[in-house]
């Protein structure tokens, strides 16, 4: 697979198959990971690594887990404007399209809301933390180390879904993984073989045309 491949067949998976997912092809993907940009060779990323029998024991966990949380940071801006807005509304509305969920069933997009936090059913996953001291560009190079994973993901032939809905639950995993109080959870990333047959891995978001977001300047 070449990289063009990789980044055209990268989806966020929503459906895993229970296959489990080795140790040591998360480690040598993570591993591989670590040769992304990283501004001043900080490496600011900090992961911990949850799989197959410590998943089974974090679900639990969450079930149980009682507290009220706080978010570490806002996902989305406070007041979206366009055309943010409505790209961030319809790919909404065509996933819960693809489900036959209507906008009038609050709980069963609530419902599919929670599957978040069960990773979809992936057998594999990982929290990404960051030290609270870094800034804005230390966050830019989370990034580019998250898309190199799961551009490597690709390759190995196992699907990926990054989240950022992780963010409000920042305490209990906290509290799971026993990572210190200097990092902050940036997002969760769901690992494992993707579902052919599950309805809403068939979700593939537009993305708004070249003219809209490009410029070759004069």
Do not use: H
Not at 67 to 89: G, M, V, W
């Amino acid at each position: 697979m070449d990289v063009s491949e990789a980044v055209d067949s990268r989806l966020s998976v929503r459906e895993f198959l229970k296959t489990p997912v080795e140790d040591e092809l998360i480690k040598e993907l993570l591993e591989k990971s670590a040769r992304s940009a990283s501004g001043g060779n900080l490496q600011p990323w900090k992961i911990f690594i949850i799989n197959n029998s410590t998943m089974s024991k974090f679900l639990k966990f969450q079930e149980e887990w009682t507290d009220p949380e706080t978010p570490a940071y806002d996902i989305y801006p406070e007041n979206l404007t366009e055309p943010y807005k409505t790209s961030r509304y319809e790919v909404g509305a065509q996933m819960y399209s693809i489900l036959e969920i209507g906008r009038e069933d609050k709980e069963g997009r609530f419902k599919q809301m929670l599957e978040n936090f069960k990773f979809f059913g992936a057998p594999s996953a990982f929290f990404c933390f960051v030290d609270r001291q870094m800034g804005r560009p230390q966050w830019s190079d989370l990034g580019m180390f998250l898309q190199t994973f799961m551009l490597l993901s690709r390759e190995a032939g196992l699907d990926t879904c990054p989240q950022e809905a992780w963010a409000i639950k920042q305490e209990s995993v906290t509290s799971f993984v026993k990572a210190p109080d200097e990092l902050m959870l940036f997002c969760g990333m769901a690992i494992g073989y993707k579902d052919k047959n599950a309805k809403i891995n068939e979700l593939r978001t537009e993305r708004r045309p070249f003219e809209d977001w490009a410029i070759f300047v004069d």
